[in-house]
């Protein structure tokens, strides 16, 4: 007869137990990135809402930018970092395949013996990472798992590409997620359309590029208006969808926090939701840019720290790019 | 041209963009006359899509050069 296998046991609920976030020491403003782009502060602002924004230094790496945020994030947690069984690293700028940027900040906070991958989900890595943070909390794969979303966009991006140049930018935020007894991180609504790769993608690839060259290293390019339409759209279904999973309206939220694309998608979004004018939302994209990855946690400790929004608030959290993939759920705020 | 049409995307491009409906126009181009942005290009079409079921691809849009050339191809598209 075959010996039966024990299975884990989780606990009943997880919660988001901290944040905390690296904004780069370099403010570059419009005016700035206008230097190499044929553009205006103007066009820039009415187009993104961007004012300005950060980039890391040459020599501040990926995973430098990662720890920055994540030993702020350990230490709000009230946990050892050797407590901590498994580094989830939202990034798609890691230059190496492998190993991952997880296993080597893992490392770097101390987090001995902690299991730890990287997530390639783009702008919706760090949603994806909470959902997959709570399954492994509720599973019993992990009783601390660690997430952190971080992008060093500037290594990726062509200064000179009108189009995309003004958005992005560098950062990282993160989070502790631990049990809890009580509800604190609702279900994920998410998914992945992979008949929309070419909306956001690199102009070719590494071995390509080894193999035949080119005039450039590969860098991002993005089909904005396929984007808007799709982020504008689409989105706005799920943001209602994760809200109704987590049996809640949007008069319950103390908080919108979505991936920091563009203010215009923000706006647009605000008004299909018909979010009450009393919901605070996160705008963080003005003085930051779009950091991809980290742009919810960023704008989740600004909000938290600034006390825009209360400790203990729900908020609807939406992560949504290249892919075209997405994540969104509604959390309970550290 | 339909003017139930034109009058219908007036008010859409009103509301996107805040242009006054009276300056929407079928000579009117959106981007040059009327100071519409591509971002509020696609927020019109999505507008116009929901109002008169009808669907108009990214690739389209680039063709809706004035009011006249939206409102003909909704024409078309709902016949």
Known sequence: ?334 | MSQEILDGLAVIVNEVAGVPVEDVQPDKAFIDDLDIDSLSMVEVVMAAEDKWGVKIPDSEVKNLRTVGDAVAYIQTATA
């Open chain 1, 1 to 334: 007869m075959t010996a039966t296998i024990s299975s884990p046991a989780g606990a009943p609920h997880a919660r988001i137990m901290s944040v905390g976030s690296y904004r780069p020491e370099r403010v570059v403003t419009n005016a700035e990135v206008c230097e190499l782009i044929d553009s205006t502060d103007e066009w820039i602002r009415e187009r993104s809402g961007i004012v300005e924004r950060r980039y890391a230094a040459p020599d501040e790496t990926v995973v430098d930018i990662a720890q920055a945020a994540a030993e702020k994030a350990i230490a709000a947690s009230g946990i050892r970092a050797d407590q901590i069984g498994f580094v989830l690293v939202a990034t798609v700028t890691h230059p190496y395949p492998t190993p991952s940027a997880a296993a080597e900040l893992a490392y770097r906070v101390g987090a001995i013996d902690a299991a730890a991958t990287d997530i390639s989900s783009a702008c919706a890595g760090f949603c994806y990472g909470v959902a997959m943070a709570q399954d492994m909390v509720r599973g019993g794969s992990a009783e601390y798992v660690l997430v952190v979303g971080v992008e060093k966009l500037t290594d990726w991006v062509d200064p000179t590409d009108r189009s995309t140049a003004f958005i992005f930018a560098d950062g990282a935020g993160a989070v502790v997620i631990g049990p809890s007894d009580t509800p604190a991180i609702g279900p994920v609504v998410w998914g992945a359309d992979g008949e929309q790769l070419d909306a956001i993608t690199m102009t070719q690839s590494l071995t390509d590029y080894r193999d035949n060259g080119g005039p450039r290293f590969p860098t991002l390019a993005m089909k904005g208006q396929q984007v808007f339409r799709w982020a504008v759209s689409k989105m706005t279904v799920v943001a209602k969808e994760a809200l109704a999973k987590a049996d809640i309206s949007a008069d319950d939220l103390a908080a919108f926090i979505p991936h920091q694309a563009n203010m215009r998608i923000t706006d647009a979004m605000v008004r299909s939701l018909s979010l009450p004018a009393h919901v605070p939302v996160a705008r963080d994209i003005e003085t930051t840019g779009n950091t991809s990855a980290a742009s919810i946690p960023i704008a989740m400790d600004r909000m938290l720290s600034s006390g825009e929004v209360p400790h203990g608030g729900l908020a609807l959290t939406i992560g949504f790019g290249a892919g075209l993939a997405y994540a969104a759920q509604v959390v309970v705020l550290p």
